[in-house]
């Protein structure tokens, strides 16, 4: 089993910044994916960005060039840092890990416990 921790979220202004961290312990396995999902109130949860761990990443084109997604040198800790924020991207963000064999994921997916981000205008 893997437990993911998150910090750092919090309430801003629009146009502000956050970054939210996530910390994978336990049954961590290599190589993996780790990201960011969000779900706002009465809506889907929604894929955010993701980064494998070879350092290919994805993004919803909504937050392309405003949220960047990285990785720590142990590909334990995934952060997403998140500028120029805007009132729709107000969420609980909830981080993800799965791990991957070749270039497929399995078993199970993990998630974090969520973490509200709140962006007023």
């Known amino acids: 089993q893997v437990q993911l921790v998150e910090s750092g979220g919090g309430s801003v202004q629009a146009g502000g910044s956050l970054r939210l961290a996530c910390t994978a312990s336990?049954?961590?396995?290599?190589?993996?994916?780790m990201g960011w999902y969000r779900q706002a109130p009465e809506k889907q949860r929604e894929f955010v960005a993701i980064?494998?761990?070879?350092?290919?990443?994805q993004y919803r084109d909504a937050v392309l060039g405003r949220f960047d997604i990285s990785r720590d040198n142990a590909k334990t800790t995934a952060y997403l840092q998140m500028n120029s924020l805007k009132p729709e991207d107000t969420a609980v963000y909830y981080c993800?890990?799965?791990?991957?064999?070749?270039?497929?994921?399995?078993?199970?997916?993990?998630w974090g416990q969520g973490i509200q981000v709140t962006v007023s205008s």
């Open positions: 336990g049954r961590i396995e290599n190589p993996n994916v």
């Open positions: 993800k890990y799965r791990r991957r064999f070749g270039s497929v994921e399995v078993g199970d997916t993990y």
């Open positions: 980064m494998f761990t070879d350092g290919t990443t």
